[in-house]
């Protein structure tokens, strides 16, 4: 079954505008991790930002934040001041404690930032 | 040294063809990782290894072997493929497998099976 989902195939943004991308989860483990990634057109994955399910504050890493909403399952990335670097895939993943080395993807979030 | 190094980028190979792809990490990282993704999906986990052994195998068909010589070699041997395993192929790799470790990725192979 599908644990990670992104709803949003596609999404536009104007260049220097925020933007949010959506990710929910289903998991019975209490204990997890969340990570986004970005993946350019080039290929390579590039690690954003992690978020674990005991963490009490939202995680930041620059112009990325992370709004974790646990009782909603929800871990939306959200990317300040878009750059028009920032087009590319975007892709929420999750690790369960049961399986530390499973990480799963969802079926990401193609971004567009408009110039 | 942060880099995940995967060789060759592209490959191109008949159906009765052997051939092999290979990942390289210098990070001291005791997980390796092998994934499939499909043009405009997202990666699908094949093969983990952990500390050398493999502990995951996701069902992948027998003409996919994964083969970890070392804890910094990663190899993913192809025989008699199909067309439908053309694929971008990423190789990754985590320090270990805590919740809280990111995976450092390649920039993969682009696999054509003709």
């Known amino acids: 079954a599908q644990k990670i989902t992104q709803t949003q195939p596609g999404m536009f943004v104007q260049e220097k505008e925020a933007v949010t991308l959506d990710c929910t989860y289903d998991?019975?483990?209490?204990?997890?991790?969340l990570f986004w990634y970005k993946q350019p057109s080039s290929g390579e994955m590039i690690f954003l930002i992690y978020q674990g399910s005991y963490d009490e504050q939202n995680a930041t890493e620059g112009r990325y934040s992370l709004n974790f909403q646990k009782a909603r399952k929800s871990a939306n990335l959200v990317i300040s001041a878009s750059q028009l670097g920032d087009s590319a895939m975007y892709f929420c993943a999750m690790r369960e404690a049961y399986n530390n080395n499973d990480m799963r993807f969802g079926a990401g979030t193609r971004l567009t930032v408009k110039p | 040294d942060t880099e995940v190094t995967q060789t060759p980028k592209h490959l191109v190979m008949g159906m009765t063809n052997k051939k092999s792809l290979k990942c390289e990490q210098h990070m001291g990282h005791r997980a390796m990782y092998w994934y499939k993704q499909k043009a405009k999906k997202p990666p699908e986990l094949m093969f983990v290894?952990?500390?050398?052994?493999?502990?995951i195998n996701e069902s992948v068909p027998s003409r996919f072997s994964p083969e970890c010589p070392n804890s910094s070699l990663l190899n993913l041997h192809l025989h008699a493929l199909q067309p439908e395993d053309s694929a971008l192929y990423l190789c990754a790799s985590s320090q270990g497998d805590r919740l809280n470790e990111k995976l450092f990725f390649g920039s993969g192979t682009q696999l054509s099976v003709l």
């Open positions: 290894y952990s500390y050398e052994k493999l502990s």
């Open positions: 998991t019975s483990d209490q204990s997890y991790g």
